[in-house]
């Protein structure tokens, strides 16, 4: 064996020699028995080494030319796992890719643009991500994806595994579910995911914080409470808790709420012992849901709503419901009395056979919990968390925005929205007097092709939505001006201020006045130069994501909240990011922060200069604003430095 892999090592050098020495146009024919041999390396740890003892003379032999991984400074960590898990020659170029990031990480090949550090740390995030490679669940379904693909992307973790340190990834896994958790997201699958997988790591020999950690987090997803800890399932639990007095009970309820509202998770146990208060003890639920005195208030008013919600949608399969029940009540969403009957209509709404569908993954058939019951759970937690809405792995950041901005604001027609597209599949929106009903519609901005890790309501919506968005923008093609200046106040609705700016001119698609539109916003936005107007509603931007080093990634929509000062006195900019990962590293020291700058739950910020200058559109009302001519030029000057640097590369500027 070792003399087979010996000379397939001695044809790779070969072919990767002849890969340096051909011209550009005839690279992509080299490249593939490069591939190959490379694929046929993969399948031994000896092979692998040799890949990596080779990764320094990738880039120069012309291994990644002109395809996605090109650039190793463009590449993005998320996108690593994917790539591994896909069969065909993809999966080959992500591990020599991963290969030759290794070799800049352990300064064996001296990259241009990448340091030692940026590398390590590109890894270490890659390992946290994809911890399912690292620690390979013994699982069916594991066994049933399974392939010589899935092994090789094993065996390549396993080797990068043995190269890093297991204290640098334990402190990125930690820090990455601190990150996540802090945000309060609906859909927390992902996060769970992560510390099932981390708990391999806890008997490892890891940090004491990071193991720690780890615990708590194990703990919060399974037996938070010292009764729960007690037992391997929920059923004999259940059955302990027909015999308890009300002393055990009352700690079992103080356990929960103080797990929950230390990690945003809610343990399955969590939604078996809230279903027994739920008939047996109700005067419990106020300290099980960990409820304010409006939230309290909320609760007594509307007793029979909430014992029906908990008794339909409330289930250990859909446990995460609960903090968004507690958040809705603390809200006070029910002391408007019309939505009361909208949300009971949902308990018994007669629900379209394509929608239940949707709604009802196999795991909530199993376990008999209705799609109403589902619909209900997601309208709960989507209410009680308007900014934790995301939009998954699919392109649709005006969908999330637009429910996030109904769930705080325009709660009635939300939840006329839910009943119109669980009853009917269809929703229907006015555009300048003219009806579109999503029914008649095909394609969308995702092209139809929604991912299915949504919350419930953004299963039954986003479909919609899209489909009716991308319509809109449609009808205002012609115009010459950027559509979003009419699309979002139709589409949002009366929210949204009518005055509209977009820096890129739509007809040379240049970057035409900058200095002009930086002093607009400021104008329109910095209470030091707005005269005191203060923002009221969401205001729906567009920005230009950019990555750790500042290169431009593509186009986002996400939603300023409000502006004010933080503790040192900086004015910042608080906005919801739909895709539910908002402290990103942007690039020049630009990191969005979503704890400890005064960040309310589920919201992100920047300081307010930072914002501006990965801002491209941004509505305004015209009638509150200051003089634009106050705004410092230095002020300016500074911004479109920042912009030119980053995002600015890739435009021609006027």
């Excluded at 590449?75 to 796992?81: A, E, R, T």
């Excluded at 797990?259 to 106020?286: C, E, Q, W, Y």
């Excluded at 700058?597 to 589920?602: D, P």
Aim: hydrophobic content about 40%; aromatic content about 8%; some cysteine.
């Amino acid at each position: 064996m070792a003399t087979d892999t010996s000379t397939v090592i001695d044809k790779f050098e070969s072919a990767l020699d002849s890969l340096q020495q051909a011209k550009p146009f005839a690279k992509s024919m080299y490249q593939t028995n490069v591939f190959q041999l490379a694929t046929e390396l993969a399948r031994t740890e000896e092979g692998l080494q040799a890949l990596y003892e080779n990764a320094s003379k990738y880039d120069e032999a012309g291994v990644f030319f002109s395809g996605p991984w090109e650039n190793a400074s463009k590449l993005q960590p998320p996108l690593v796992g994917g790539s591994l898990k896909l069969k065909g020659v993809n999966s080959i170029i992500e591990l020599l890719s991963e290969m030759r990031m290794l070799s800049i990480a352990k300064g064996d090949y001296k990259h241009p643009q990448l340091s030692q550090e940026e590398a390590r740390s590109f890894l270490n995030e890659v390992l946290a991500l994809n911890l399912d490679l690292l620690f390979p669940p013994e699982t069916e379904a594991a066994r049933v994806e399974s392939g010589d693909h899935i092994e090789r992307a094993e065996r390549l973790f396993q080797f990068l595994g043995s190269e890093l340190s297991f204290n640098a990834i334990a402190d990125k896994i930690v820090g990455e579910i601190e990150r996540l958790t802090v945000q309060r997201p609906i859909m927390v699958d992902r996060i769970i995911s992560m510390i099932e997988m981390a708990k391999n790591m806890v008997d490892s020999d890891i940090d004491e914080k990071a193991k720690e950690c780890l615990i708590k987090y194990e703990k919060a997803i399974t037996s938070p409470t010292p009764l729960s800890a007690e037992f391997p399932d929920t059923r004999q639990y259940q059955s302990k808790l027909k015999t308890a007095d009300k002393d055990v009970l009352e700690k079992e309820a103080q356990f929960f709420a103080e797990s929950v509202k230390a990690t945003g998770l809610v343990s399955p146990f969590h939604a078996t012992f809230i279903r027994f208060i739920n008939r047996a003890n109700p005067d419990l639920m106020t300290i099980a849901l960990d409820l304010s005195e409006t939230g309290t208030a909320s609760l007594n008013a509307n007793k029979e709503l909430i014992r029906d919600i908990i008794l339909l949608s409330i289930y250990p399969q859909t446990c995460q419901a609960i903090y968004g029940l507690g958040r809705m009540l603390d809200r006070g969403v029910l002391t408007q009395e019309p939505l009361i009957p909208a949300i009971r209509r949902l308990l018994e709404l007669d629900i379209h056979p394509q929608v239940r569908k949707s709604l009802l993954r196999p795991v909530y058939r199993k376990n008999g919990i209705s799609a109403n019951g589902v619909l209900v759970a997601g309208t709960v937690s989507v209410l009680g968390q308007p900014l934790g809405v995301g939009q998954g792995l699919n392109p649709t950041c005006q969908s999330a925005r637009a429910i996030s901005l109904w769930a705080q604001h325009g709660i009635g027609q939300l939840l006329e929205n839910i009943a119109r597209g669980a009853r009917d599949n269809d929703i229907d929106m006015t555009f300048e007097g003219e009806i579109i009903h999503s029914s008649a519609l095909e394609g969308g901005v995702a092209g139809g092709e929604i991912h299915q890790d949504l919350d419930p309501v953004s299963k039954v919506l986003v479909p919609h939505l899209d489909k009716i968005y991308n319509e809109m923008m449609k009808k205002t093609l012609l115009r010459g001006e950027d559509g979003h200046k009419w699309v979002n106040p139709e589409f949002y609705g009366e929210w949204i201020p009518r005055g509209f700016l977009n820096l890129i001119d739509p007809i040379t698609g240049y970057v035409s006045e900058f200095d002009a539109f930086v002093r607009l916003f400021y104008a329109t936005h910095h209470p030091e130069y707005n005269e005191g107007y203060e923002l009221i509603y969401p205001n729906p931007v567009g920005i230009y994501i950019t990555n750790v080093h500042g290169n431009l990634l593509g186009l986002h929509a996400v939603s300023i909240q409000r502006i004010a000062e933080d503790k040192n006195g900086e004015y910042r900019i608080y906005f919801y990011n739909p895709n539910n990962d908002s402290s990103q590293n942007w690039g020049q020291g630009i990191e969005p922060s979503v704890t400890g700058n005064g960040e309310l739950e589920g919201e992100c910020s920047l300081p307010f200069h930072q914002f501006v200058s990965r801002m491209y559109a941004f509505h305004y009302n015209p009638y509150e604003q200051g003089d634009t001519y106050m705004v410092e030029d230095s002020i300016v000057a500074e911004i479109e430095k920042i912009a030119r640097e980053s995002w600015g590369e890739a435009y021609t500027w006027i």
